[in-house]
């Protein structure tokens, strides 16, 4: 098995390259979830119900042209662009998926906890959380080759356990050799960041205060991330350097922020203020040089600005 994981980090580390992917369309698009109401007819009886579902969907940076790119009565969650924003990773259920900027092509990935997955900067590879080998039992972080134009069972490759541990809010570099997440079986109580480095496995953590939900800026020099530690009693903004220095908070607002997600020019971070419970969650856009703040979509939640 060590034999496989290191060919596999020899594979990520070597592999991840920027491919040029490009579409106009969907260039400056955010993915994210919203609830929809959908209508359900009796085939004998001919009476309506209704359900409440999340599903996927995009629009622009302006919260204009919003399209809904799934359907049905499955909650859909986590959606994350693959890098030039040809296809959109999301989870139904407890089951990742894959489908195309439209909606369509959908293929399963792989069963995983719900608790984020990520593309690598190549677009050919995704890291998700799954359920570890018993021993040692647990969860285990996961990486697995994608190839969505590849034909019928060889769209997906063979997964490979590349760490054990508690992994949320999963987060690839832009370069490749990592990946940041939150922890939370800490000695000390979490949650924690931490960062793992593929290529030595080592994980370096945010020792200094409680944080999850990471988010790599586009040269990967700056992680956003969300921290409790504050005078507000609420989850705020905080920026970091990559090495886990110069801690600053963001934000202090009356209400949670989660899920940051950066602009392509790394001049603003879009995220969900809100709890997320009965409706609280909307879908903002912060310009960190300004402070300017702008309401993008109200009741949505999980933005992904990736470039």
Known sequence: MKAKINHLLGAVLSLLVTFGFTDSTAAQDIVFYAPVIATNVSKRT?????????????????????????????????????????????????????????????????????????????????CYVGDAPSPPGGLGLY??????????NKKVGTPVLVSTGDFYGLAWSHDGTRIAFSDQNDPG??????????????KSTLDSMHGLLPSWSPTDEQIAFVSG??????????????????????????NSVLWPTWSDDSTQVAFRIGTGQNGDASIYKLTL??????????????????P
């Open 143 to 152: 990486i697995v080759s994608v190839d969505p134009s590849a034909k019928g």
């Open 289 to 306: 040089a300004t402070g300017e703040l702008t309401l993008l979509r109200d009741k949505a939640d999980r933005p992904d600005w990736k």
């Open 229 to 254: 530690a504050n005078t507000t009693g609420y989850w705020q903004l905080f920026i970091m350097s990559a090495d886990l220095s110069g801690v600053t908070q963001v934000t202090s607002y009356n």
């Open 46 to 126: 001919h009476t309506e119900s209704y359900t409440t579902n999340n599903q996927i969907m995009t629009m622009s940076v302006d919260g204009a042209n919003v399209r809904q790119l799934t359907t049905g009565t499955e909650n859909c969650f986590f959606p994350s662009w693959r890098p030039g924003k040809t296809h959109i990773l999301f989870f139904g259920g407890t089951t990742l998926y894959v489908t195309d900027k439209d909606g369509g092509g959908t293929f399963a990935v792989a069963t995983a906890h719900v608790v984020g997955a990520d593309w690598s900067q190549g677009g050919d590879m995704i």
């Open 189 to 202: 109580g979490g949650p924690h960041i931490r960062v793992l480095d593929l290529a030595t496995g080592a």
